[in-house]
């Protein structure tokens, strides 16, 4: 009898002693498992996590609500900031899945100290023309401003800009944040999604409140230049709190880097193969992207992109103003909007905990689209000039921000599980394209329907989608793949009917 691979095998067993634990393992206690699932593998990292998110993307709004405002006092016309908005969308749809596929292939802390350095540098090139602006042109025409060398030079760093930001964005929110919290740890990762979610919507309101308040109080160059000052000096804090993030996790970001990965990152850095590389990374992420088992939750995502006329924005404060409603009231709906947005936050992180990530998900997609609808049946049933109405329409649409941003947490939290950590980016990257692409067509049927009295085809518009995201999620959860079991084995919905 050959008793060489009898020999091997214990020979394989003592090289490996660290795995005798498998077979003595001990099954958790329903208490224990709920513990486990609530506390985050690496609490310092996601801590340092949270400093980093705050004060980048504090700046980052700052910014955001800086540049349009300064336009705007330079020329009336909403033309120059409309054609920023459109190249900025553009190149994210272009862009963002190369990105993605690079920082797939690039180590994490060099790729997220070099992002930093492009988009603070983009950023002050930016404000450096619109100072020029300021301070040299003296009523032009609206063809003469777009047409200055300056205007092309905002138009395309501020493109590259908002292309960097977003892949930050991406990197944090759906790479590092699970990696920091635990896949295998649901309760920990939705409550630091919500976190997260928290700290966005507060950069929002106090970016924009503090531009706002120097601007009532100096000049738009002294704003733009403190802005610039504020920029510099978040360099080299965020590039510390990256290194700090990896240090505190025992280097849980860190990443091995192979020679197939260094060859692929080299060819998409190839200047003269932009155009052809750029054609390839949309061609390989949307392939990608579709053979996702969690596809029909990421695209539910996208579909809400679609709502442009009911909810807090630009088109909703002209119809608003249109119709003769007080300023103070538009102020009021849109402080309301993302006070629901943060009470959201903390409503999703516990439905999460009580019916599982599929149930919660499904039950904010569900309460959207009711609100939505009933907004939409009194703007058609009746006039909100006047008052009743007015606030039923109003409220409807703010109290469906809680489940606009319950599954945007919810939603985040089933991509994260089911995308593998080795294409995070790539399918972050390729929904934020696609979320774009969404975005240029309805701002395009804005353009069309321009007229106020074409607002009630928008508004169906955007009750369709919502209402087809809805449709879409919940046909996925009551037709669930062997491989979507497995992927939410722990999730209430499929422990029930699997008992």
């Given at each position: 009898?050959?008793?060489?691979?009898?020999l091997?095998?214990?020979?394989?067993?003592?090289?490996?002693?660290?795995?005798?634990?498998?077979?003595i393992?001990?099954?958790?206690?329903?208490?224990?498992?709920?513990?486990?699932?609530?506390?985050?593998?690496?609490?310092?990292?996601?801590?340092?996590l949270?400093?980093?998110?705050?004060?980048?993307?504090?700046?980052?709004?700052?910014?955001?609500?800086?540049?349009?405002?300064?336009?705007?006092?330079?020329?009336?016309?909403?033309?120059?900031?409309?054609?920023?908005?459109?190249?900025?969308?553009?190149?994210?749809?272009?862009?963002?899945?190369?990105?993605?596929?690079?920082?797939?292939?690039?180590?994490?802390?060099?790729?997220?100290?070099?992002?930093?350095?492009?988009?603070?540098?983009t950023?002050?090139?930016?404000?450096?023309?619109?100072?020029?602006?300021?301070?040299?042109?003296?009523?032009?025409?609206?063809?003469?401003?777009?047409?200055?060398?300056?205007?092309?030079?905002?138009?395309?760093?501020?493109?590259?800009?908002?292309?960097?930001?977003l892949?930050?964005?991406?990197?944090?929110?759906?790479?590092?944040?699970?990696?920091?919290?635990?896949?295998?740890?649901?309760?920990?990762?939705?409550?630091?999604?919500?976190?997260?979610?928290?700290?966005?919507?507060?950069?929002?309101?106090?970016?924009?409140?503090?531009?706002?308040?120097?601007?009532?109080?100096?000049?738009?160059?002294?704003?733009?230049?403190?802005?610039?000052?504020?920029?510099?000096?978040?360099?080299?804090?965020?590039?510390?709190?990256?290194?700090?993030?990896?240090?505190?996790?025992?280097?849980?970001?860190?990443?091995?880097?192979?020679?197939?990965?260094?060859?692929?990152?080299?060819?998409?850095?190839?200047?003269?193969?932009?155009?052809?590389?750029?054609?390839?990374?949309?061609?390989?992420?949307?392939?990608?992207?579709?053979?996702?088992?969690v596809?029909?939750?990421?695209?539910?995502?996208?579909?809400?992109?679609?709502?442009?006329?009911?909810?807090?924005?630009?088109?909703?404060?002209?119809?608003?103003?249109?119709?003769?409603?007080?300023?103070?009231?538009?102020?009021?709906?849109?402080?309301?909007?993302?006070?629901?947005?943060?009470?959201?936050?903390?409503?999703?992180?516990?439905?999460?905990?009580?019916?599982?990530?599929?149930?919660?998900?499904?039950?904010?997609?569900?309460?959207?689209?009711?609100?939505?609808?009933?907004?939409?049946?009194?703007?058609?049933?009746?006039?909100?000039?006047?008052?009743?109405?007015?606030?039923?329409?109003?409220?409807?649409?703010?109290?469906?921000?809680?489940?606009?941003?319950?599954?945007?947490?919810?939603?985040t939290?089933?991509?994260?599980?089911?995308?593998?950590?080795?294409?995070?980016?790539?399918?972050?990257?390729?929904?934020?394209?696609?979320?774009?692409?969404?975005?240029?067509?309805?701002?395009?049927?804005?353009?069309?329907?321009?007229?106020?009295?074409?607002?009630?085809?928008?508004?169906?518009?955007?009750?369709?989608?919502?209402?087809g995201?809805?449709?879409?999620?919940?046909?996925?959860?009551?037709?669930?793949t062997?491989?979507?079991?497995?992927?939410?084995?722990f999730?209430?919905?499929?422990?029930?009917?699997?008992?």
């Amino acid at each position: 009898m050959n008793l060489r691979p009898f020999l091997m095998f214990f020979s394989l067993l003592n090289l490996l002693p660290s795995c005798n634990h498998l077979f003595i393992m001990q099954v958790l206690s329903e208490g224990e498992q709920h513990t486990l699932a609530s506390t985050p593998a690496h609490p310092a990292g996601l801590y340092a996590l949270y400093a980093s998110y705050l004060f980048g993307n504090l700046v980052e709004q700052l910014w955001n609500f800086a540049w349009p405002a300064a336009l705007a006092i330079l020329h009336p016309s909403l033309l120059p900031v409309a054609i920023v908005g459109f190249f900025t969308k553009l190149s994210v749809f272009i862009g963002a899945p190369i990105v993605g596929k690079l920082m797939d292939h690039f180590p994490r802390i060099p790729m997220y100290t070099a992002l930093n350095a492009v988009q603070v540098a983009t950023q002050l090139i930016s404000a450096a023309t619109v100072i020029y602006a300021l301070k040299n042109l003296r009523h032009a025409s609206t063809t003469d401003v777009v047409l200055r060398p300056w205007f092309i030079a905002l138009v395309a760093a501020g493109a590259i800009e908002r292309l960097a930001g977003l892949a930050l964005g991406v990197s944090m929110e759906r790479n590092w944040v699970v990696l920091l919290a635990g896949t295998n740890r649901p309760v920990a990762l939705a409550q630091a999604n919500a976190v997260l979610n928290r700290l966005d919507l507060i950069c929002e309101t106090v970016g924009a409140s503090v531009f706002g308040l120097l601007l009532s109080k100096y000049h738009p160059v002294t704003c733009l230049k403190i802005a610039c000052g504020l920029m510099i000096c978040s360099f080299p804090v965020l590039v510390m709190l990256g290194q700090l993030i990896n240090r505190v996790s025992c280097h849980a970001l860190d990443s091995s880097r192979t020679t197939t990965d260094e060859s692929i990152c080299i060819d998409l850095l190839d200047v003269r193969k932009l155009v052809q590389n750029s054609l390839s990374a949309i061609k390989h992420g949307w392939n990608e992207y579709k053979q996702q088992t969690v596809l029909p939750a990421s695209a539910a995502t996208v579909f809400l992109n679609f709502n442009v006329a009911l909810a807090p924005g630009a088109i909703m404060t002209a119809l608003l103003m249109h119709r003769g409603i007080s300023p103070s009231i538009v102020g009021a709906f849109s402080g309301l909007c993302s006070v629901m947005g943060l009470v959201a936050t903390f409503i999703s992180s516990s439905l999460v905990q009580r019916v599982g990530i599929l149930k919660a998900g499904a039950a904010g997609l569900i309460f959207q689209a009711s609100l939505l609808s009933v907004a939409l049946t009194v703007y058609w049933a009746g006039s909100i000039s006047q008052r009743t109405p007015l606030l039923i329409f109003l409220a409807s649409i703010a109290l469906s921000r809680l489940g606009h941003m319950s599954y945007d947490v919810v939603g985040t939290q089933i991509v994260q599980t089911g995308v593998p950590a080795s294409k995070a980016n790539l399918i972050g990257g390729m929904e934020v394209s696609i979320a774009s692409l969404a975005e240029l067509v309805m701002l395009a049927m804005a353009i069309i329907a321009n007229d106020a009295s074409h607002f009630g085809f928008l508004a169906i518009l955007s009750v369709s989608s919502v209402a087809g995201a809805a449709w879409m999620f919940c046909r996925w959860l009551t037709n669930p793949t062997d491989e979507q079991r497995e992927l939410f084995m722990f999730d209430p919905l499929y422990q029930v009917k699997a008992i």
